[in-house]
């Protein structure tokens, strides 16, 4: 009796139920779908509207039937249809009875209806066994295997039975499977393929918010001042000059920007004298987007050290025609700005390197942290000594101070150097001991 007819394809004899699944919907997703477990050894039958005209397109080795004749081949059935045609399956409740339902359905944008898709399902099928799943998944990825994609899939749904066979086909598919729990997250999951890079919001937002306003303080301060006063335009400073300010600017705020929640947290915990009080809600998420504030450091740096490379090459006629006297102060100066620069140019690197998964998943939770909090306060420090000493003793002379505004390499300073002494009053031996006392599970007041 498995001895099933395919449209068009000789007749082959069809696998055992259990290791049949069935495929509703014919579109780019359940093709994807249908083809990726007939190469993972499932025997794949699709229920279509109109069995006769769409087994041309389907993957070959798979069978086509009536909606009703193919959820009554398979125990576990995908439906890779929109949810606006969902009503196909009220007439067949009684083939889906006690069938499992994998919901893959998502969304064009977020709240589009009442209840999630699979809570929806479920509600016109209530004989059968809905879970949420696979929805993170394009159809693309699926055809490429999980070696090329994200290779997590998410599910969720009321029975554990139902949830577990269809985490033994996702693993069969290559694919590692994540229980979320019950239906009532699949509104959850149905959302995430919506989402736009959503931990990278707030610090591009910070990165943008911050070069604008560098910008215009600088253009103020470098090319509008000079036009004011001397009537002299030197506005082609913008693109080089003036872009090599707010890029190694921005940089050093936001690595800062990185380090001052840690910082903070500990001072709170300091202060509350326990661990096991929630940090407020700010700077929960202010932590979790650290990774991505750095990053974005990292590039900014970097396009630094690629303007800073063209300097050498404009000034040269201007180092040429120099007829000032060599000053071994102003040569050790300059060498070790550069060299303090160019040793936190390379740690701050080194941070971005083992801040991307694969080679942070390879260091073990010591390694990782030595390398992000230790050699990432040094990379700060670096940095801030290689601005102070570019700075020197210019803050002494008045014609810094353009229209009574300090520069903008001091105002960067401000953050970096508020962190730094922050990090050396916790590093002190006997805050750092109460720290760690905390850090092991002390409470301040509960020893009495
Ligand atoms: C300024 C070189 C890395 C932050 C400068 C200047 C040079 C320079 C030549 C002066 C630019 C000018 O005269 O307009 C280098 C080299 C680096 C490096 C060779 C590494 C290979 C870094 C890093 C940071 C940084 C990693 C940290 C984010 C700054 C800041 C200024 C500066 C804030 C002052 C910008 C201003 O004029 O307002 N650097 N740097 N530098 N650098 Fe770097």
């Not at 990185?258 to 947290?265: D, I, K, N, S």
């Not at 006997?430 to 409470?443: K, P, S």
Request: aromatic share 12%.
């Amino acid at each position: 009796q498995h001895r099933v007819s395919t449209m068009g394809f000789p007749a082959v004899p069809a696998p055992p139920e259990s290791e049949r699944v069935c495929v509703f919907g014919t579109g780019d997703l359940g093709r994807s779908l249908g083809l990726r477990l007939l190469q993972a050894g499932y025997g794949v039958v699709f229920g279509s509207r109109r069995p006769h005209s769409s087994s041309s397109l389907l993957p070959h080795g798979a069978q086509v039937l009536g909606h009703a004749a193919a959820a009554q081949s398979a125990h576990l059935i995908f439906i890779a249809v929109q949810r606006e045609h969902y009503d196909f399956l009220v007439p067949l409740a009684n083939q889906l009875k006690g069938k499992v339902l994998v919901d893959l359905s998502n969304n064009l944008k977020k709240n589009q209806y009442p209840e999630a898709n699979a809570e929806y399902l479920q509600s016109l099928v209530p004989g059968a066994e809905v879970v949420k799943g696979f929805n993170t998944l394009s159809a693309w990825s699926l055809q490429n295997g999980p070696s090329d994609a994200n290779r997590q899939v998410y599910i969720c749904g009321e029975s554990v039975e139902a949830k577990q066979a269809v985490i033994a086909v996702a693993i069969k598919l290559g694919f590692s499977a994540l229980d979320r729990g019950f239906l009532s997250v699949a509104r959850e999951l149905e959302d995430f393929p919506l989402q736009l890079f959503p931990q990278w919001r707030l610090p591009l937002r910070i990165a943008i918010g911050l070069s604008a306003a560098f910008f215009f303080y600088l253009l103020i301060r470098d090319i509008i001042y000079a036009y004011v006063t001397q009537s002299k335009d030197i506005s082609f400073r913008i693109m080089v000059s003036l872009a090599n300010k707010v890029c190694p600017i921005v940089s050093l705020i936001m690595l800062s920007l990185c380090y001052l929640p840690g910082v903070l947290a500990s001072f709170l915990q300091l202060y509350r004298g326990t661990k096991y009080r929630r940090f407020p809600d700010w700077l929960d998420r202010w932590m979790l987007c650290r990774k991505q504030l750095g990053l974005l450091a990292l590039g900014f740096a970097f396009l630094h050290v690629l303007y800073t490379l063209i300097i050498p090459i404009r000034y040269y006629v201007w180092f040429k025609n120099r007829t000032t006297q060599f000053d071994m102060t102003t040569a050790w100066r300059g060498d070790s700005y550069l060299s303090l620069g160019i040793l936190g140019f390379g740690l701050y690197v080194l941070l971005g390197i083992t801040s991307l998964p694969s080679v942070s998943n390879a260091l073990s939770w010591r390694e990782f942290s030595f390398i992000q909090s230790k050699l990432g306060h040094l990379t700060l420090l670096l940095c801030t000594a290689h601005t102070y000493l570019y700075g020197w003793n210019r803050f002494l002379s008045s014609s810094t101070y353009k229209w009574y505004t300090p520069p903008g390499y001091m105002l960067c300073l401000v953050l970096p150097s508020v962190v730094l002494l922050l990090k050396l009053l916790l590093i002190t031996p006997c805050v750092d001991r109460t720290i760690t006392r905390i850090r092991q599970g002390w409470e301040r007041g509960a020893d009495q």
